[in-house]
Every structure is written in C-alpha cells, then in structure tokens.
C-alpha cells in the first residue's frame, strides 16, 4: 500500500515536471533566470530581504524579467518606464491582487476585504475620504502630534527613539481613523492589537512564505480542512473582533471637528455603495497599511540626517531663516521646499516597501513582444537599479542628497517623465497608496519640527566612541525594509523649547 502511494506520487511529481518544462519552453514571457523543474527558483528565494535579490537579478537581466516557483510565473518590472507602462498605462488589467489563500482572503470567500492584499475593486473608495484635499482637514492633528512627539523626545530621553516614532506614527492614523486622544507617551497603546496582526498579515504576503498561495491547487484541500485553515481563520476571526471594536467606539470628529473615517463612511455608507462590514474592514486597511510604513519613514529619516550631517545643517538654516525661535507650521510649507526635498529623497534613497505589493495580470496581455498570462504575479520592483536607483534620473543613487530635487534657488524642480511626482515609493497605477498625501503631511510636520529642535547625535559608548548605525544596516519586516533599532541623541536647539512646543500646542 505503502509503496502504490509512494509510487503515484512520484508519477504525480513527474507529470507535474514535465507539464512546469513544456510550459516554461512555450510561454512567451520574458527570460529570467534559470532554475530547477517544479521548484523553478524557489531555492534562490530568501527568506528576507527578497528586494536585494530581485535588484542583483535586474542587473543582469533587464527591465523585465520572470522568475518562477512551484510553476508559478512572476513578472518583476525593474525600470520606471516599464513599471508605468505596465502598472499606470496598462492599469485596466493589472490592478487585481494575487489571491492570499493562507490569510483567508479566499478561503472566507468574500469576508477578507483588507484592502491592500485583496482584490477588492480600483481605488476609488478611498478617494472619498482620503484625497489630497480631505486629508488637509488632519493637518491641525498632525501639527499638534509633531509637537507632542517632540515634547516627547524631551520629556522621556530613555526612551528608546525608535519607540517613540511609533507612537507618533501609531497616533496620527489612529486618530485620524477613530478620534480620540493622542496615544500617551509612556502608554497604553489601544492599537497594539492591530499592529500584531498587521504583522501576522504581512509575513504571510510574501510570496516565499506561503507554501499554499505559491501552489493554488491546494485551496480546495485548505478549504475542506479545517486544521488546515486553522492559522487563517483564527487571524480572520480575531482581526473581525477587534476591527469591529474599534469602528464601534469611534467617536465623530477629532479635537479640531474633522470628521474621523469611519464617521465620515459611516454617514455616506449609502452613496459610496458600502456596508458598515466593507467600511470596517476599509479603515482596518488603512491603519494596518499606514502604521509601520509611517513608523518606518521615521527611522530612515532619522539614519538620513545622522549619516548626512551637512543636509541636517541645510534643512536646520532653512528652517532657522523662515521660523526663528517659533516651531514650523503647514502653513511655512511653501518656503521650505529643502524638507519637501528630503521627503522626495528618503522615498528614493530608502522605499519603504521595497517591492510595492504584489498585483496579479487579471487578462492576458502582450507587453514588448512578450505574453504576459492572466493570473501572471507582478512586482513593482521599486528598489532596483531601474527604478530609484536609476542613474540617469537620479545621478549618484547611493548618496543621500536632497538638493537633486532643487534648482540653484531651492526651488523644487519639475519630475521627470513617469516618477509619479519622484514619489515612486507610493507605487504604479490604480492601487497607487491612497494614504500618500495623508503620510507626506505627516512627513513633512515631524521632520520640520525634529529638524527645527533637535541636532541629531549618535550616541557614545563609555571609552567615548561613537555608535553608529550604517546607512545599509536594514531590517526586513515582510514587506517592509526598516533600519535596524539605533540610539540617537538629541540636542535640544532653542532655549525654553519645552515652553515653545506647549505654546504650540495650547496646552
Ligand atoms: C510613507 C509612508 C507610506 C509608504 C511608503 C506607502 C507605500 C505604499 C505602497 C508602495 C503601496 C502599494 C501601492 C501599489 O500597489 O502600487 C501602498 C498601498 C497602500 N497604502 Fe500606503 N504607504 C505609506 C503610508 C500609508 C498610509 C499613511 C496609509 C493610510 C492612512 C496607507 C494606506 C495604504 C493602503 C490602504 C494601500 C493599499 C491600496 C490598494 O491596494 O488599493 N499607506 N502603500
């Protein structure tokens, strides 16, 4: 018996194999590199930092290549001419997600509706509550949160730095999301919850770390067994509990009377063809996609300044020149294009989301004489060497420099053809991150205001040596490439800043 089983197994990988080979030889997909029969590159595939991986192989293999596991394709788009071209231009048939079985996206059919992982439409929900211009009515919170973290970093020095940019980032959306007060600094944190989810989620997105979603032959077997779904619908069921607790507690509008998300979806329920189900699980996406990407833009932000010292002194004298003795505010905004300049140049320098998410071709398309088939997974390779760090646009990638994006006044130049507004870090097309103007706000306020008090210094160890964090010392977080936890030292700039940044925020 024993022996029958293992021998139609064997037949089974075998026929597997050479269906995988026929369809490599035929497929009319771009090359890549070669890999093994069944397991294609699987076994080159690491664990973590995947982005690294598919940059070495754009240096090799082009703008667009293919790699393959368990005989499933995937497109990576390695320049930002083909990145637009394939994501913007041909956005009609290359905005669907790639199903997420072992999250429970398909096997609880149409519950799992968080958003950045699921197939759930063309973005345009979210432009009704989060455009560049409601977003504007945040920006009395996000002023007040930049002065809070900064009173923050002066009042609680121990603790750690990198602590205190997640409350802030936790804050702003949290708020923005469901009211209620600024999350205090020493704790508690009402959105601990979410964030483990949130992490459970991500890790189980990449395409490495699901053996199912890398082999959908699987879902019916995942469907109808429920030790099988167990991981998946205990995440679905304890995300529901809490998503629904916080939509239920959310109160209307926060401190400066804008109107919270879920109260804004909650009183057009009707006319954006909503349930309060689909609006629950909307502003779930918008916390769980927000929250460790605006953490993560802090940190890099601060590796910036410290490893960059002289762009620190030019942020500080621009700062200096329009604000004196008084914190900045949005409305200094326009004449201080150097901080707008040093978002554009995190954004590059360091994606946060290194590969975007992933998008799925939902038809067959032809793309450069290449057949692209429907179900084809495509990653936007932000990170490579066509896309941020393409010389030609941007001279000298690896450098971290601000002043590309000005002219000889210090004005912001125009952007190049397809960059999206060099804000390529946001992604391609109709699943663009709806929360791009809501997080540049937030970016553009917490540098202005950590760059107007504080001179940023590394720590000393006690024979007086400094501890360095080096601008490559990355850690990857599932879709999310951060720096690695670092000490910082701040020096307060301004006499009585504690006084000024009360004043700021009237308390
Ligand atoms: C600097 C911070 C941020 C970065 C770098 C970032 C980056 C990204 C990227 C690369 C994508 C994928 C876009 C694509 O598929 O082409 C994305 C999607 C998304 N982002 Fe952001 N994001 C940030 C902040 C935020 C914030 C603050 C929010 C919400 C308040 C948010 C909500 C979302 C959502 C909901 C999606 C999924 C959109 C969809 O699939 O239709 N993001 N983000």
Same mark, same amino acid.
């Given at each position: 018996?024993?022996?029958?089983?293992?021998?139609?197994?064997?037949?089974?990988?075998?026929?597997?194999?050479?269906?995988?080979?026929?369809?490599?030889?035929?497929?009319?997909?771009?090359?890549?590199?070669?890999?093994?029969?069944?397991?294609?590159?699987?076994?080159?595939?690491?664990?973590?930092?995947?982005?690294?991986?598919?940059?070495?192989?754009?240096?090799?293999?082009?703008?667009?290549?293919?790699?393959?596991?368990?005989?499933?394709?995937?497109?990576?788009?390695?320049?930002?001419?083909?990145?637009?071209?394939?994501?913007?231009?041909?956005?009609?048939?290359?905005?669907?997600?790639?199903?997420?079985?072992?999250?429970?996206?398909?096997?609880?059919?149409?519950?799992?509706?968080?958003?950045?992982?699921?197939?759930?439409?063309?973005?345009?929900?979210?432009? +009704? *509550?989060?455009?560049?211009?409601?977003? !504007?009515?945040?920006? &009395?919170?996000?002023?007040? /949160?930049?002065?809070? @973290?900064? %009173?923050?970093?002066?009042?609680?020095?121990?603790?750690?730095?990198?602590?205190?940019?997640?409350?802030?980032?936790?804050?702003?959306?949290?708020?923005?999301? +469901? *009211?209620?007060?600024?999350?205090?600094? !020493?704790?508690?944190? &009402?959105?601990?919850?979410? /964030?483990?989810?949130? @992490?459970? %989620?991500?890790?189980?997105?990449?395409?490495?770390?699901?053996?199912?979603?890398?082999?959908?032959?699987?879902?019916?077997?995942?469907?109808?067994?429920?030790?099988?779904?167990?991981?998946?619908?205990?995440?679905?069921?304890?995300?529901?509990?809490?998503?629904?607790?916080?939509?239920?507690?959310?109160?209307?509008?926060?401190?400066?009377?804008?109107?919270?998300?879920?109260?804004?979806?909650?009183?057009?329920?009707?006319?954006?063809?909503?349930?309060?189900?689909?609006?629950?699980?909307?502003?779930?996406?918008?916390?769980?996609?927000?929250?460790?990407?605006?953490?993560?833009?802090?940190?890099?932000?601060?590796?910036?300044?410290?490893?960059?010292?002289?762009?620190?002194?030019?942020?500080?004298?621009?700062?200096?020149?329009?604000?004196?003795?008084?914190?900045?505010?949005?409305?200094?905004?326009?004449?201080?294009?150097?901080?707008?300049?040093?978002?554009?140049?995190?954004?590059?320098?360091?994606?946060?989301?290194?590969?975007?998410?992933?998008?799925?071709?939902?038809?067959?398309?032809?793309?450069?004489?290449?057949?692209?088939?429907?179900?084809?997974?495509?990653?936007?390779?932000?990170?490579?060497?066509?896309?941020?760090?393409?010389?030609?646009?941007?001279?000298?990638?690896?450098?971290?420099?601000?002043?590309?994006?000005?002219?000889?006044?210090?004005?912001?130049?125009?952007?190049?053809?397809?960059?999206?507004?060099?804000?390529?870090?946001?992604?391609?097309?109709?699943?663009?991150?709806?929360?791009?103007?809501?997080?540049?706000?937030?970016?553009?306020?917490?540098?202005?205001?950590?760059?107007?008090?504080?001179?940023?210094?590394?720590?000393?160890?006690?024979?007086?040596?400094?501890?360095?964090?080096?601008?490559?010392?990355?850690?990857?977080?599932?879709?999310?490439?951060?720096?690695?936890?670092?000490?910082?030292?701040?020096?307060?700039?301004?006499?009585?800043?504690?006084?000024?940044?009360?004043?700021?925020?009237?308390?």
């Amino acid at each position: 018996m024993l022996l029958l089983a293992a021998s139609l197994l064997a037949l089974v990988v075998v026929l597997a194999a050479v269906r995988d080979g026929i369809r490599k030889r035929t497929s009319r997909l771009p090359p890549g590199p070669p890999g093994l029969p069944l397991l294609g590159n699987i076994l080159q595939i690491p664990s973590q930092f995947l982005a690294y991986k598919l940059h070495d192989w754009s240096k090799q293999y082009g703008p667009i290549y293919t790699f393959w596991m368990m005989g499933q394709p995937f497109v990576v788009l390695n320049s930002i001419k083909v990145a637009a071209d394939v994501l913007d231009r041909k956005s009609d048939v290359t905005s669907d997600k790639p199903p997420m079985i072992k999250m429970a996206c398909e096997t609880e059919v149409d519950s799992c509706q968080v958003r950045p992982f699921a197939d759930v439409g063309d973005g345009r929900l979210y432009a +009704y *509550g989060f455009n560049i211009r409601s977003t !504007m009515r945040f920006t &009395p919170m996000q002023e007040n /949160e930049a002065a809070h @973290l900064a %009173l923050g970093l002066l009042r609680h020095p121990d603790k750690p730095f990198n602590e205190h940019m997640h409350r802030f980032a936790a804050s702003i959306i949290f708020r923005s999301t +469901y *009211g209620g007060d600024t999350i205090a600094h !020493m704790g508690p944190d &009402p959105s601990k919850k979410i /964030e483990d989810l949130t @992490l459970r %989620l991500m890790a189980a997105s990449l395409p490495q770390n699901s053996v199912v979603d890398t082999l959908p032959f699987l879902k019916p077997l995942i469907e109808n067994v429920k030790w099988l779904r167990k991981q998946a619908d205990d995440w679905y069921n304890e995300v529901c509990e809490e998503g629904n607790r916080l939509y239920d507690a959310a109160i209307p509008a926060d401190h400066w009377d804008a109107t919270t998300t879920v109260h804004d979806l909650n009183i057009n329920l009707e006319k954006y063809g909503m349930t309060k189900h689909d609006a629950m699980w909307m502003t779930l996406a918008l916390f769980m996609a927000g929250q460790e990407t605006s953490h993560t833009v802090l940190r890099i932000f601060a590796l910036a300044m410290l490893n960059n010292p002289a762009v620190m002194r030019a942020a500080q004298e621009q700062l200096d020149a329009v604000c004196g003795r008084r914190p900045p505010t949005f409305a200094d905004r326009e004449r201080l294009p150097y901080i707008d300049a040093i978002i554009k140049e995190m954004l590059r320098w360091r994606p946060p989301v290194p590969l975007s998410l992933l998008r799925m071709a939902s038809e067959d398309f032809e793309y450069q004489g290449y057949t692209i088939p429907k179900g084809t997974t495509l990653i936007d390779n932000i990170w490579c060497v066509g896309q941020t760090r393409d010389a030609s646009v941007y001279h000298n990638p690896d450098a971290f420099d601000p002043s590309r994006f000005l002219d000889a006044s210090g004005n912001l130049l125009p952007s190049p053809p397809d960059t999206r507004s060099d804000l390529l870090g946001f992604g391609h097309g109709r699943r663009v991150c709806p929360g791009k103007d809501f997080a540049v706000n937030g970016m553009f306020i917490s540098f202005a205001y950590l760059l107007w008090a504080f001179q940023f210094e590394w720590p000393v160890d006690e024979s007086g040596k400094q501890v360095i964090c080096g601008v490559d010392e990355m850690e990857s977080h599932a879709l999310v490439a951060t720096p690695r936890p670092f000490g910082v030292v701040l020096k307060s700039r301004h006499e009585s800043l504690e006084e000024h940044l009360r004043a700021a925020m009237k308390e």
